[in-house]
């Protein structure tokens, strides 16, 4: 069965470093997602992504984040220079036709 | 805007007895109801999800769950639950449109022997 994929599993980066979180979708999907879970907290929707444009996006999602489909297969969530509190786990989704998503493993991301 | 609250944080049950775990969302517009399931250490996957006809939908490991919309609920229900269902459990809603996912805070499920 095809599943989402996110590499790294987990990324270690210093304050105001620039960190790149990888995604693959599922090959057919159109729609694609980026939600963060601070530990202990819920997950919140950062951004989505349709027809290789933003479609929403959330408070959160400021100037330091960015989003791009590079190629045909990946989607990557940029974060330009991380503070303590974007340590979080990552989540991308994948979604054929904007109902249900379907979510990857998660990047742990912890900001030293 | 839609907002979901789950009641119970956390539910202890015994292997093989009921469960229920509660839902409730607030929107002023039609939304789609989902329930995800999070294992240790592992991703979101989808564990049913109401968009459209029947209130009482099934899902993937035994799971149920009713769509009430005068009482803007959605609750999970498993008639006998396993050790193996031990995992937090998050609601969660989408207005038509399908643009994000907006979660409850979750609630832990403790299946214990």
């Known amino acids: 069965e095809p599943e989402v994929t996110q590499t790294p599993s987990h990324q270690v980066t210093q304050m105001g470093q620039e960190v790149i979180l990888r995604c693959v979708p599922i090959?057919?999907?159109?729609?694609f997602y980026w939600y963060r879970q601070i530990l202990g907290q819920k997950v919140e929707f950062l951004v989505s992504?349709?027809?290789?444009?933003?479609?929403?996006k959330s408070e959160i999602f400021d100037d330091q984040f960015s989003v791009e489909r590079p190629d045909g297969s990946n989607f990557t969530l940029k974060i330009r220079s991380t503070k303590l509190e974007d340590s979080a786990m990552y989540f991308c989704?994948?979604?054929?036709?904007?109902?249900?998503?379907?979510f990857g493993p998660g990047t742990r991301l912890t900001v030293l | 805007a839609q907002s979901v609250t789950q009641l119970d944080s956390q539910v202890p049950v015994f292997e093989e007895a009921p469960v229920e775990l509660r839902c409730n969302y607030s929107?002023?517009?039609?939304?789609?109801l989902f329930w995800y399931v999070q294992y240790p250490n592992q991703g979101l996957q989808l564990l049913l999800k109401?968009?459209?006809?029947?209130?009482l939908v099934k899902g993937i490991n035994g799971f149920e769950a009713e769509f009430n919309k005068s009482q803007t609920s959605f609750h999970l229900r498993k008639p006998s639950v396993h050790i193996s269902d031990t995992a937090e459990y998050f609601c969660?809603?989408?207005?038509?449109?399908?643009?994000?996912?907006?979660f409850g805070a979750g609630t832990i499920l403790r299946v214990k022997s």
């Open positions: 989704a994948s979604s054929r036709t904007g109902t249900e998503q379907f």
């Open positions: 090959s057919n999907h159109l729609y």
């Open positions: 992504f349709y027809n290789n444009e933003i479609s929403e």
């Open positions: 929107s002023s517009v039609s939304v789609y």
């Open positions: 109401y968009l459209s006809g029947s209130t």
């Open positions: 969660a809603v989408s207005d038509l449109d399908g643009n994000k996912l907006v």
